[in-house]
Every structure is written in C-alpha cells, then in structure tokens.
Nanobody, 115 residues
C-alpha cells in the first residue's frame, strides 16, 4: 500500500511562485518514477512533469522553463517548484506513482493563480 500526501498549494498572484510537496509512504520509494498531474476546472487531468529514479525529468510544453520537478529519496518526497505562474496554471495538482501495475494518487492540492 502506498500513500501520497500533497501540500503547498494556495492562492498566488500571476508571476508568483509556489512549491508543492508530495510525501510518500512505503519502502523502495527511490526506485519509482514519480509524477505530477493537474486538473483545471472543467477539464481533464493532464500530465505536468515526471522524474525517474535516476533523476531524469520530463515536462509538458506549457510549463517548460517555469516548473521544476525534483525528489529527495532520503525523505521519500517529490517536489514541484512553480515559478512565473499564470492564471491558466490554476488547477488541482496531484502527485502520482505507478507501482506493480497500479497507479496511486494523492488527494490533490489546489493551486489558484489570480490577481
């Protein structure tokens, strides 16, 4: 059983920054690819970024150069640093990890970008 708990969301003005955290329970965290998805209001959930066990990263085009995904295996935590936020970044952000064919999700954290 894997549990994921996100934190760090909130209300921020356009151009601002937030750092999301996702704490994972369970052992062997370091071997799994972790990811962040988001679901804007009225839209489908979409992939934002992933990070492999070796630290390789991948981003959706709309966040490249603004968002950075990272991980601290000693703390079983993955982060999403979000800079230069735009109103279109408003969404519920979810942490996720696939383990043995099953994808686990956190409860999500709301990010609202508005003046």
């Amino acid at each position: 059983q894997v549990q994921l708990v996100e934190s760090g969301g909130g209300l921020v003005q356009p151009g601002g920054s937030l750092r999301l955290s996702c704490a994972a329970s369970g052992s062997m965290f370091s071997i799994y690819t972790m990811g962040w998805y988001r679901q804007p209001p009225g839209k489908q959930r979409e992939l934002v970024a992933t990070i492999t066990s070796g630290g390789s990263t991948n981003y959706v085009d709309s966040v490249k150069g603004r968002f950075t995904i990272s991980r601290d295996n000693a703390k079983n935590t993955v982060y999403l640093q979000m800079n230069s936020l735009k109103p279109e970044d408003t969404a519920v952000y979810y942490c996720t990890v696939p383990v043995l064919g099953y994808r686990y999700w956190g409860q999500g954290t709301q990010v609202t970008v508005s003046s």
